[in-house]
């Protein structure tokens, strides 16, 4: 993406991550800017009014994902005629984090008339008694759901479960809309680009080239069981309800068992871990960071992470890398030669029906792209050798699959079977 930048053409990059933003501002032929508050300009009192500020000079300016309700305004305002949008990964395309209790949202959200729901589309929005009264009820509604409906991009599923997508203002604003990403069949954004009337055109490069990087990979990638949770389910919801106290006793004796046979000298921190965050943390709250990135609080273990020799509590000891498993665009892990992928992914049932159902989205496709993104975290994505040890029978046959060109030898699957761990 930063070699395509051409000086005769003004951007709009929008990346997951500070970091990225960062090294595009660094690497990029030509110049970019990113919005900031501007501590000695009156007038820059936000990012959002830098942002104005930077697309009115006809600047080319970088961002990250955060940013999607402002992006979606200045789009309306016409501020990205002309712009070629480019989209660094598909990571927040859709976020089901705006979720409030079925009787709060019918009786406050509703009962009171605070917002309307299109009965076609379920796209909410804010009423004018939300908008005159925003600070008067702000310690009662969510401020971050109205703005995310402010916005455009907030859909009602039903019994209090809401939806904020990327905003369709934004894809359908400038000259272009550029992607970046891989295995976009298998991504919720290819889903939803679809869903809003864009009709992508899915540009998977060279034949040749994507061969060249699968084999690569296939002879890079070390792929095991984890022979003491066979059979166990590793869902999301089967990790933190069905089989909840089951997994809690056997998942650390099993991370201990692969601590003390299959890598024994590896230092910790270049290893990689993700599973459902309260199960690594307890009560899913990781230690606060200082601006150096040193924990100012104690790391205090979940069920997952206390007795699995891969985490010790306090502060500021070596621990194993957790990531959640929807990681992505960010090089921040690449030193991780270890990889330990505790999930069976598989889309939301209320996310998929909201895109049609299987025919709009595939799950096995999707649970791949999400696997593939993340394992791309480690050091695989330098052309270095990794080790995956991925205990859901039905992921690694997808990732195996993948490999080898849904030809896997009898071999590869002796191999892993007769593995100790």
Known sequence: MIEGLKATQRYLVVTPLLSECERIIRDAKVAFMQPEVIADDPEIETKKDHLIALLEAGKNVVTTHAMFNNLADVASMGLLDGYEVI????MSVVDDGYRVKKKTWEQFYVGDGYVSIDPDTGKITPTDLWIEHLEDVDDALSTSLYHAAMAGRLYHLGDGINLAVMPEVLLKAGNSLTVYTYKAEGSIMY???KRIGLDPVHD???PEIEQEFVRQARDLITVKDVRALRGISLSYNSQTRTNSKTLNEKVPNALASLRRHQFPDTWLPYILITCPKDKWYHKGKAPLLDDFGDEKTAFRPGPYASNSR??????GKPKATWVPNTTRGTNDYKHCTRAIYLYD??????IL???GGPKAISNDDYAL??????????QVRDDKPITLYIPSERMRELLLQWLWEGQVPTSVRDQISRGRS
Not at 310 to 315: D, F, I, K, N, T
């Open 369 to 378: 792209t999400e696997l593939i993104q993340w394992l791309w975290r480690t």
């Open 353 to 355: 029906n909201w895109f």
């Open 345 to 350: 992914q598989n889309l939301n049932p209320s």
């Open 191 to 193: 889903a939803y680009l």
């Open 204 to 206: 998977t490069g060279s």
């Open 87 to 90: 989209i660094d990964e598909v």
């Open 310 to 315: 891969l985490a010790a509590s306090g502060y």
